[in-house]
């Protein structure tokens, strides 16, 4: 059984100053104690410079240490030196550490310039851009690439994967595109007619409903319906093959992953976005149709008799010309953010993210840029 001897702490004043005495146990149970001696020491005490001997000291825990590194602070917080001798060796090594830990202060916090963090950022963003700029047209080099082998040798083209693709990302999608382009077109017909009717200009609904699905909502909405739908769904696969190094036990066996992996994807997304838009197109002149019936009082003979006077087929023409490039950027997205996944469930699920935001955000510029492509030759 180990017996603590109380600790104390005895203060004699000399001509050079006080002459601090330890001994005992300085440790986290006599605390109270330790306390109530350092804090009966008055204030003028601190004036002088003093010494303190540590040879007496016969048990040290962090707390004492602490303790004694409080004592010499406050000694300095007054322009005077404590000078601490007779540490015992097997305790010199705590001392120090507690001494380190309470001068290693943090550094001072200096306030945020916003411009310049705001420039900062700025030049942050466009490097990210641009590599991520760098990445797209590597993947669609690469698939270009690939395309280019298949057509040189068309025994190699993977038909069974296209399908399968295609019946995922088209078939199994109609009912959905059906269904959002039906409420779209029926929304659009229903706000027509409840704000022309105010100036009797019933008729141009249909104008309206018929230019604005052909040309921009049709391919948009499905577009962004397939980026959600089918472009998150490559990159989550293509990224599970990556943390599972299924990919690399492709280039292992001397296969070409984006032959084998990425073309039949891109290739079914190409095929089927037209589709779907044609599809869509259909439904939301058709859910149009209807609300005019039952909402605008304007038989079905009459609704088509005046969507064939407002539309033409260069309407139709602009949407479907679309769909292909919006399919491209949908596949080439999700394959480039596919192939970013690292070995975690958090890296899939952040790329995952990424590659829908993505490919919305592209998908909305580039039906952007080709509606000022189409006004500027006339179509």
Not at 116 to 145: F, K, M, N, Y
Not at 315 to 332: D, E, N, S, Y
Request: aromatic fraction near 8%; charged fraction near 15%.
């Amino acid at each position: 059984m180990v017996i603590e001897a109380a600790p104390l702490l005895r203060a004699s004043e000399s001509s050079g100053g006080w002459q601090l005495a330890a001994a005992g146990a300085w440790i986290a149970g006599h605390a109270e104690q330790i306390s109530r001696t350092i804090d009966s020491f008055d204030q003028s005490t601190y004036l002088r410079p003093a010494s303190l001997d540590l040879r007496s000291v016969d048990q040290l825990d962090t707390y004492g240490a602490w303790l004694i590194e409080s004592l010499a602070s406050r000694w300095r917080a007054h322009g005077q030196e404590l000078q601490v001798s007779g540490l015992p060796e097997h305790f010199a090594g705590l001392v120090d550490a507690v001494r380190r830990a309470r001068t290693e202060l943090p550094a001072a916090v200096v306030p945020e310039n916003r411009a310049l963090g705001l420039l900062v950022w700025s030049g942050q963003a466009a490097s990210e851009t641009g590599r991520d700029l760098v990445v797209l047209l590597d993947t669609l080099g690469a698939v270009g690439r690939s395309l280019v082998r298949v057509i040189m040798r068309p025994g190699t083209f993977r038909i069974t994967s296209t399908v399968y693709h295609f019946d995922r990302v088209g078939w199994q999608a109609v009912p959905i595109i059906l269904l959002i382009t039906f409420l779209i077109g029926c929304i659009i017909a229903q706000q027509g007619f409840f704000h022309f009717r105010k100036f009797g200009a019933d008729e141009y609904v249909v104008d309206m409903v018929g230019i604005l699905v052909l040309r921009e909502i049709g391919v948009l909405i499905v577009a962004i319906m397939v980026a959600g739908r089918s472009g998150s769904a490559y990159t989550a696969e293509l990224g599970s093959m990556k943390m599972r190094e299924e990919i690399d036990a492709l280039r292992t066996m001397g296969l070409d992953p984006v032959e084998v992996l990425i073309l039949p994807r891109v290739i079914a997304l190409l095929i089927a976005l037209p589709i779907l838009t044609f599809l869509g197109s259909i439904s939301a002149l058709y859910g149009g149709g209807l609300v005019a019936w039952g909402y605008g009082d304007m038989s079905p003979d009459i609704f088509i008799a005046r969507l064939k006077d407002a539309i033409t087929i260069t309407h139709f023409k602009v949407g479907m010309i679309k769909a292909p490039f919006m399919a491209l950027v949908i596949g080439i997205v999700a394959a480039s953010e596919g192939l970013k996944v690292r070995g975690s469930a958090e890296s899939l699920g952040r790329q995952t993210t990424t590659s829908v935001v993505k490919s919305i955000f592209l998908v909305i510029v580039l039906d952007g840029l080709f509606a000022i492509f189409f006004a500027s030759i006339g179509m």
